[in-house]
């Protein structure tokens, strides 16, 4: 017998067979339906195990073949399709160019890509976005990788008086090939020069990564060493220095935004001097590690130090603090000898007087965020003694402490008074009775 179907029953048996797949024209993506690989957790710098997948649906749940699926991550790399980057803010990185890879959905509307994350721990995410309709987020924890070395978290730098407890603690992470911190992790500590005690020897580094220690000066006049370690990882060493005196000077008071060239945007913490036989020791902290000009990179910086030896600003040339300083403030200083922290051919700072002609050299010891010059009393006296320090340089200062007046170096011996310090235009008998 011969049947015969109307096309209306024909329509009727598709509808029940149910295809949910389109590629009907006029068809448009309604919705990206994440399907798996959301809330994994991996390894920095790892591939996860699971792909993340996404299906691309219209307004009436059917899957569509054929378009474009673009997937974006915050960190790491991505593959599954050709890769481009993008101008990404991330809250660890700031501005960074992030990976993308362009997916086209298959026939049933899948897209997938494999995610390896970036080498930041914590959260991470990956965007997926189709043409005119809602993206949708993966997020991935990325976890610390096997411990690689002990880093410097804080404390590295200060400067004080001999036999006083610094005013910050060492403190030292535990981190893994990319730096990231690790918790749980043991630090040995230990004084390798200088003297002094520690109110700890080992500890475990807390849910920041972070182990402490509180270090005693010696009771000597120099440099003060500690070395931080954990077992078979490579160790940190921690320079802080021992003197007579020592200033703060507030941080994030820099002028500029920058210097051109290699030089760092140098932001003075604390200046520091102790008379040593013959020789005065001058020693500036810096909120960031430099190097000597004649090294380069980075953080090479420059500058000068003023010396007014006869205490009277009517002698001597002006301070460069004051010639070259921004905006208002002076150091009430007539400088009879400038150290000119530009290293030469040789490394050495250049020592002049006040008609700028050579009297002789110091060598600077670079130590991270320290740097120490002895200057020999023969070209300065013994004091006592107003010093001023410009950083960067004359042309374009980046920090001057003090920011108004100038440091007085006592003659001889520790100052009895450590909070005296000669206001702009003090008389010089003011400036003497302070140390009497």
Excluded at 123 to 145: I, K, L, N, W, Y
Excluded at 367 to 385: D, N, Y
Aim: proline share 5%; glycine share 12%.
């Amino acid at each position: 017998m011969l049947v015969r179907l109307r096309v209306p029953a024909l329509l009727g048996i598709a509808a029940v067979l149910g295809c949910s797949d389109s590629t009907e024209p006029g068809s448009v993506p309604a919705e990206v339906h994440a399907v798996s690989g959301d809330a994994q957790v991996g390894t920095v710098g790892m591939q996860l195990e699971d792909p993340l997948e996404v299906r691309v649906l219209d307004s009436r749940g059917r899957a569509l073949a054929g378009v474009v699926v673009v997937f974006s991550a915050s960190q790491g790399d991505l593959a599954g399709g050709p890769v481009s980057y993008f101008p990404a803010v991330d809250a660890t990185l700031g501005l960074s160019m992030a990976p993308a890879i362009q997916e086209t959905s298959d026939a049933a509307g899948w897209a997938r890509a494999v995610w390896t994350l970036g080498t930041v721990a914590g959260e991470q995410s990956v965007t997926v976005e189709v043409d005119g309709v809602d993206p949708v987020t993966f997020s991935a924890t990325a976890s610390p990788g096997a411990p690689a070395a002990v880093a410097v978290a804080g404390g590295d730098g200060q400067i004080d008086q001999p036999g006083a407890v610094l005013a910050a603690s060492l403190a030292a992470s535990v981190v893994d090939q990319f730096g990231n911190p690790r918790a749980g992790e043991t630090v040995d500590w230990a004084i390798i020069a200088g003297g002094g005690d520690l109110s700890s020897l080992t500890g475990l580094t807390d849910s920041s990564g972070v182990a402490s220690t509180l270090l005693t000066l010696g009771g000597a006049i120099g440099f003060n060493t500690v070395k931080a370690s954990s077992d078979g990882l490579s160790s940190a060493r921690f320079h802080t220095l021992a003197l007579a005196m020592a200033w703060d000077d507030a941080v994030a008071d820099t002028f500029s935004g920058g210097l051109s060239g290699n030089r760092v945007l140098a932001d003075l913490a604390q200046v520091g001097y102790a008379w040593d036989a013959d020789t005065l020791i001058i020693g500036l902290a810096f909120v960031d590690s430099v190097v000597s000009t004649l090294v380069g990179g980075a953080n090479a910086m420059g500058g000068v130090l003023d010396f007014d030896i006869d205490l009277d600003s009517l002698t001597g040339i002006e301070s460069l603090a004051d010639r070259y300083r921004p905006g208002s403030g002076s150091t009430g200083m007539g400088v009879d000898i400038v150290l000119d922290m530009f290293a030469d051919a040789s490394g050495e700072f250049l020592i002049f007087n006040d008609r700028m002609q050579t009297l002789g050299s110091t060598t600077p010891d670079f130590r991270g965020r320290l740097l120490t010059m002895r200057v020999p009393a023969a070209f300065i006296g013994t004091g006592p003694l107003a010093i001023a320090v410009t950083a960067g340089t004359p042309a374009e200062p980046t920090d001057i402490a003090p920011n108004d007046s100038s440091y007085l170096v006592a003659a001889g011996g520790t100052p009895t008074r450590p909070e005296a310090k000669a206001p702009a235009g003090a008389a010089v008998n003011y400036i003497r009775e302070s140390w009497q």
